[in-house]
């Protein structure tokens, strides 16, 4: 299963989005997960053309907007699914900035990622990310030198994953490390959601503030 993909699977049918609740709700929703009714092969994907332009009613806009009470999902380098006339979205391998700019979604996906960091008094959780994209790195650090972002690392060298120099050189401190940390979780989530209540605990914390 791609990764990619793997947050899409249980959405409910088009358009692959779940409504979050209204403040005045009185309980979570949903109350379970929904069944995964999307196929493998057929995820939601914007239509574009070849410059990147969602195409909408067979006219293609430059005008991306968010849809209230709808979660979103930003995939900065496209997805494994998605297509324009000029071939896959996909951004791999090296040359990575330079293939965001020629694409006007992947670009507005950026700016998006870029303008919810900088928000005031953000706590940003990092599940499985190795640090390795020097792009997203550079977002990471200026939102918080911007504004204060503080961090929770998931992965299974915890905060040691924003070293990412070899044990053999002469470590030089990254400077990710300088942001405050919330926390880290090393275990795998399937162990955690499977009955660590205490790794749970440490997980949700996060989001109680």
């Not at 699977?9 to 309980?27: D, G, H, K, L």
């Not at 995939?75 to 090296?94: F, P, Q, T, Y």
Request: aromatic share 10%.
């Amino acid at each position: 299963m791609s990764v990619d993909l793997y947050y899409q699977y249980p959405y409910p049918a088009p358009p692959y989005v779940i409504e979050v609740p209204p403040p005045e709700a009185t309980s979570a929703y949903p109350q379970e997960p929904p069944p995964a009714t999307i196929p493998p092969n057929q995820c939601y994907a914007p239509k574009t053309d070849s410059t990147g332009n969602v195409i909408k009613d067979g006219n293609p806009h430059t005008e991306f907007k968010l849809q209230q009470n709808l979660q979103p999902i930003y995939k900065l380098h496209g997805s494994i699914n998605w297509r324009d006339d000029a071939g896959e979205i996909l951004v791999m391998g090296g040359a990575k900035e330079g293939i965001i700019k020629e694409k006007k979604i992947l670009s507005w996906y950026r700016e998006e990622f870029e303008r919810i960091l900088t928000t005031p008094d953000t706590r940003l959780m990092v599940i499985g990310y190795g640090f390795r994209d020097r792009h997203i790195d550079e977002i990471i650090y200026s939102a918080w030198k911007k504004s204060g972002l503080r961090m929770f690392i998931v992965h299974p060298a915890g905060l040691q994953a924003l070293e990412k120099q070899a044990a053999t050189q002469i470590r030089v401190p990254d400077p990710l490390t300088e942001i405050p940390s919330l926390g880290e979780s090393t275990r795998l989530l399937q162990n955690t959601f499977a009955g660590d209540h205490a790794e749970l605990e440490n997980l949700l914390d996060f989001f109680k503030g």
